[in-house]
């Protein structure tokens, strides 16, 4: 069965939203990731505890709370209408901020262990021919980590594509701003529509396959020991 115009209307609205979620994401982890691999800071321990939250709290839970803060009277709310702008809450703007909290972890994660495998040797040999450490950042570790980052954003963008709990708590069906593929599968689903549904389900299906055949191309092979 083929798409609908509302359908690839909301297949277009998830691939923009992944997009600036994933770009959002490895501006905020690559810093981080490498501050949590390197540092020795107490705080460490607690704050990535407080940041992976989203992998084991049930999304309608955290969109419940981040609907909360969003709403007019909430803080966040507020502090958009203090600047001349609307409440997030059920906005895109909102989706992109409940989709980059919810998918942070799955993209930090990663980044950080790639950080934190790095050989410690070409490091110190940037910092013996006198690089700053912000040079050594982004010469050196980022371009050793490429792999590790590419593959949590891959994940990134493939955990945005498929959020229900989040998105339906902050952003509901607002078709052209809020309405996500999750939730246009959803309405199909609860209108009995299930050609429609099985149509969609089958793309998102072939997208998430597609992604995880490239993640595990980025994994390292065992090289062959020669004679």
């Known amino acids: ?13 998830t691939l923009r939203l992944a997009g600036v979620v994933t770009g959002l994401l490895l501006l905020v982890c690559a810093p981080l990731g490498w501050w949590l691999a390197r540092t020795r800071c107490r705080l460490a321990g607690p704050l990535e505890a407080v940041l992976s ?3 084991v709290l049930p999304p309608t ?23 001349g702008g609307a409440p997030p809450a059920f906005t895109f703007t909102g989706l992109v901020i409940g989709s980059v909290i919810y998918s942070l972890p799955f993209v930090l994660q990663p980044v950080r262990n790639s950080f934190a495998a790095l050989e410690s040797e070409a490091l110190e040999a940037a910092a013996c021919l006198r690089a700053a450490p912000l040079d050594r ?26 959020e229900f709990g989040v998105v339906l708590m902050l952003g509901g069906s607002i ?3 809020t309405r996500v593929v999750s939730i246009a599968l959803y309405d199909h689903v609860e209108a ?5 549904a099985n149509s969609l389900a089958l793309r998102l299906l072939g997208l ?20």
């Open 53 to 55: 939250l989203p992998m």
């Open 208 to 227: 998430s396959f597609l992604m995880l055949l490239a993640v595990n191309a980025l994994k390292p092979r065992p090289g062959r020991r020669g004679a």
């Open 1 to 13: 069965m083929r798409l609908t115009q509302d359908d690839w209307q909301a297949l277009a609205l």
């Open 192 to 196: 009995m529509n299930y050609g429609a």
């Open 137 to 162: 950042f982004f010469t050196v570790a980022v371009p050793m980590a490429f792999p590790g980052l590419l593959t949590a954003a891959i994940l990134g963008f493939a955990h945005t594509l498929g």
């Open 61 to 83: 839970v955290l969109g419940y709370y981040l609907l909360v803060l969003m709403a007019p009277q909430g803080g966040l709310g507020r502090l958009f209408t203090a600047a």
């Open 175 to 177: 078709p052209g701003e």
